[in-house]
């Protein structure tokens, strides 16, 4: 049933709207369609959040939307979109999409997953076909109001994330919105009404069916936007750590010390600190810190098999990274530099003159001493090691290595002076 809140009764102004948004929709209503902000802008101006993104829904078609806009692209097969572009700002233009149209041949559904869906509705079909109830509201332009078809509103007085319709069904449909719950739950600060959150644990292992790109794209948005350490927590309360990282799970399951979880919850409250000061921030360190419980494991067992440090490391590295590729597409310029992070873990104990000088250059050795610093936060021995490549940050270099001079070990032996060969010798002595 439709509510209206009119504008004296929700915080929303155009002021807060993009302006390149606005002009979307003054464009729509002017050409005689229908046009309203919706989704997640409309929900995050609810809850004093300002949008990064801001998304229209019409009764326009993704063919008329492209005539009234040169600037506009059609991007999509499974869902097909409209992308206008102001500059580098995008902003997306979804039609209605019908609620039911199991036999349109233009709509494809497998084993109760959506592979395709371009049947175009009415907006009360449109609200139904959405997620979430507190994504399914509408900004009308005309009078200022919210419209709300499905409850969401509602759903936003009580800081609540709800499924609409049957939240089995909507998960088989795209198992994908269990960590599109997650996200959003941690980002909001709200709670899981119980009938959204109850199938998770029957269904967690479905999002091993979604395509791992689309996955990566996933991990991005958890732990990159600010709520990592948030989101992380609901996996892992949820169980759904597996689903996205089978191998951590395992380690997590038998991570009787708390080491493991303690550093990955370092690593993200600092990554979420990061993107607050709007300072960068890379999936590469995120990954190695994910992946490391099982590369630091494969190495110890591989060296208790009596490989040498330089095969246990690649090989371990190369295992790692490729299981969780198949789960996860990380693309090749995340996953190299995931691999000199670790390697360089077991060089940074040289105190080698020439061999430090080379560590300080490389240019992945930021990025490994941020690691090796978050590995002492859980294991006190390295604090040592750690103060001697603080130090040589902060002063000079040769200073600080005379101060910490390379054990006797790591010393290389005097070359052995060769005999001189007395003449005649190369013949026998004679």
Known sequence: MLRIIPREDHPISRKQISPNALRVLYRLRDAGFQGFLVGGAVRDLL?????????????????????LFRNCRLIGRRFRLAHVVYGPEIIEVATFRAA?????????????????????????????????????LYYNIEDFSVRDYVGGFEDIEKRQLRLIGDAETRYREDPVRMLR???????????????????????????????????FDETLKMFMAGHGAACFAELHRLGLVSSLFPDLGKALDVDVSGRCRRMIDAALVNTDRRVAEELPVTPAYLYAVLLWPVYADGVNAMLSAGHP??????????????????????????????????????????RLRKKVL??????????????????????????EELTFWREIQQ?????VLARHPAAPSERPSKPRRRRRRRSGAADGGE
């Open 181 to 215: 719950a997650v996200r959003l739950n941690s980002k909001l600060g709200f709670h899981l009404h119980p009938d959204t959150e109850a199938p998770i644990a029957k269904l967690g292992h479905l999002i091993e069916t979604a395509s791992n790109a689309r996955l």
């Open 309 to 350: 440090m330089a095969v246990a490391e690649q090989r371990s590295a190369d295992r790692a990274i490729l299981r969780q590729c198949k789960r996860v597409a990380i693309p090749r310029r995340f996953t190299q530099a995931v691999e000199e992070i670790w390697m360089m873990q077991s060089r940074l104990n040289t």
């Open 358 to 383: 080379r560590i300080l250059s490389h240019p992945r050795f930021r990025a490994a001493f941020d690691f090796l610093e978050l590995r002492a936060t859980v294991v006190p021995e390295l604090t």
């Open 100 to 136: 039911d149209a199991e036999d349109h041949e233009d709509r494809s559904v497998e084993g109760g997953r959506i592979l395709r869906d371009n049947v175009w509705g009415s907006i009360e079909d449109d609200a139904v076909r959405r997620d979430f109830g507190a994504n399914a």
């Open 395 to 399: 002063g000079e270099p040769e200073a």
């Open 47 to 67: 809850v004093g959040i300002q949008p990064k993104d801001f998304d229209v829904a019409t009764d326009a078609t993704p063919d008329q939307v492209r005539q």
